[in-house]
């Protein structure tokens, strides 16, 4: 019976709950954004003095104009955003190195390997290959892949495509001119690319040049002759297809109007 005591308070101390262990802190959970929650590819330092992926933390600006306060601290802050490119480096080392690893590692190297993709089409483009220019101008427009949204850019590759041959070069570089994207407005010149575009193929040309004869725009009368006649190609066998799905719809539904109307004189 002497040992009873002993034995109970050891039970005791067995049955009592003990603290819950602390996870272990990973080497990312000071790294990645506090918005996208992913390793950010372009790290920016904001006013609060914490680091967030450029987009994620442009995209909560643009949501809160007026009343900006930090995603963190609820505290009011300017737009004011400073690279932070040790921030980066440090991603890169303990990636590379094995530190951080996972699904955090596989969408970061996913990144670099489509950073090296759009580095070899810009070089393809600087070496004169037309479909490689069409791509940068497209990626410059809309300020994606990581090429940033300068729309002076995208006409100067347009035109460049347009130099080099390429007929969708030739047709937006014409659309780039009748709406002053990236250029001063100058009508005549863009009809001349859009309708030599048109005529050598491109079902995007074709389509703008039926739309604007049935509308009359970019300085042309309204001529339901010629607007089928293009709308028509632009749905037909052209050798060169750029129209997505939305205006191919939009060029039937045209077209129909205009086989409804009453015959042209």
Known sequence: MADEAPRKRLQEVEETPQPAKRPKKSPADDLICPISLELPWDPVTAEDGRVYDRFAIEEHIKKNPGNLTSPITREKIGTRLFPAIQHRNTIDTLVESGVIDGDLADKWNEKVEHKKEMEELLKMAEAGDGEAMCQVARNHSNGVDGFKQDKKLAF????????????????????????GRGVAKQ?????????????????????ELGMAFATGTYGLHMDKTEAIRWLEKSLGNCP???????ERNKAQQKLDELKALAPAS
């Not at 060169?240 to 939305?246: Q, T």
Request: hydrophobic content about 45%.
């Open 156 to 179: 100067h590759w347009y035109k460049r495509a347009q130099v080099a041959g390429n007929i969708m070069g030739k047709a937006l570089l014409g659309w780039y001119y009748l709406n």
């Open 240 to 246: 060169h297809k750029h129209l997505c799905a939305a």
């Open 187 to 207: 009508q005549s010149l863009g009809l001349f690319h859009l309708t030599d575009a048109a005529s050598q193929g491109s079902n995007f040309a074709a389509y």
